[in-house]
């Protein structure tokens, strides 16, 4: 049995120093940049990792969930002034067995240079094509260390 607090996957272990080691370089180019670690109570193991950044204090939200299988979630959107979202963009995957977690937190931290300044059809279009590349479809899940059949 594991201590409490351990990662459940070694992929994970592996996304959350991927973050650390470029934390710096991120908070230079986000104002917030934030790792966020969901605890699996019954198994009191880390079961799942959220990355939260947003480029300036009201501006765009970028969430970014990790799971032990490679499964990434990402949801990026804007707040409208009174409610609702001016845009919003989720994508969802597996990550590619080709990507490392260092090439992931280079391709978020190249989103700025993707969107640009305003957020059009044409920069939402260039964010989805460069994580649809690399995040897989699909029914097969991925066995982790514990046995169980991932997402």
């Known amino acids: 049995m594991s201590t409490p607090g351990e990662f459940c996957d070694i992929t994970l272990q592996e996304f959350s120093n991927a973050v650390h080691v470029s934390l710096k370089s991120m908070k230079r180019r986000f104002f917030r940049v934030t790792l966020e670690r969901m605890l699996d109570k019954e198994l009191s193991?880390?079961?799942?990792?959220?990355?939260?950044?947003?480029r300036h204090f009201k501006g765009p939200l970028v969430k970014i969930k990790v799971w032990p299988d490679r499964w990434l979630w990402i949801d990026m959107r804007r707040a409208a002034p009174g409610g609702g979202w001016l845009w919003s963009l989720t994508i969802e995957g597996r990550l590619s067995g080709n990507e490392t977690w260092a090439q992931v937190i280079k391709r978020i931290k190249d989103l700025p240079d993707i969107i640009g300044l305003e957020v059009n059809e044409e920069s939402l279009l260039n964010v989805k094509r460069l994580w649809t590349k690399i995040l897989l479809k699909g029914p097969a899940g991925i066995v982790n260390r514990l046995g169980t059949l991932g997402r």
């Open 45 to 54: 193991e880390y079961a799942e990792l959220t990355l939260n950044i947003s």
